[in-house]
């Protein structure tokens, strides 16, 4: 059922907040998919605002979700991914929120790192555990890996001590 303008009722808002750094923003296609708790998944739902440059660096968007029908109320997990279009299609994203505006919870997902094209990154509900209980293992020894290739240490000179390289 949509409201008096025709526009289909929101029963969710996702909210994202674009990091604050230099080149943080991105001018690529985002998409996302909601999580509930009895483990049904959404379709992938664009975020995009027509006519409006989204994912600025350190902006705060906000995307209306179309009603989803059988879904449940509380979001456990959240799947989000960009292409690499665009001219600047890096980003770095601090958090997504996602609000249920039928029972006006609200669901934060803690991102805060670089996002990959084409990569399914999955993030739980305020994203805490501990290593060996993470949900997400594969993605983390991925991000881990990427780390260890962008921080290794190297000793420059002979008998000096050892660098970042």
Request: glycine fraction near 8%; charged fraction near 25%; proline fraction near 4%.
């Amino acid at each position: 059922m949509g409201n008096c303008c025709g526009a289909p009722r929101a029963n969710y808002m996702v909210y994202v907040r674009t990091g604050d750094l230099k080149g943080a923003g991105t001018n690529a296609n985002v998409k996302i998919r909601l999580h509930d708790s009895e483990g049904k998944v959404t379709q992938d739902i664009t975020l995009d605002n027509f006519f409006r440059d989204d994912f600025e660096a350190g902006s705060m968007d906000t995307f209306h979700v179309p009603e989803l029908k059988n879904f449940g109320n509380i979001i456990s997990e959240i799947e989000f991914w960009r292409d690499d279009s665009g001219i600047a299609s890096d980003w770095y994203v601090n958090k997504i929120l996602v609000e249920n505006r039928k029972t006006n919870d609200i669901f934060v997902f803690p991102v805060y790192r670089w996002i990959k094209p084409n990569y399914h990154y999955k993030i739980a509900h305020l994203d805490t555990s501990l290593p060996q209980n993470d949900q997400h293992a594969p993605q983390r020894e991925m991000e881990l890996k990427e780390k260890c290739k962008l921080y290794q240490q190297c000793v420059k000179v002979d008998g000096g001590p050892s660098q970042v390289g």
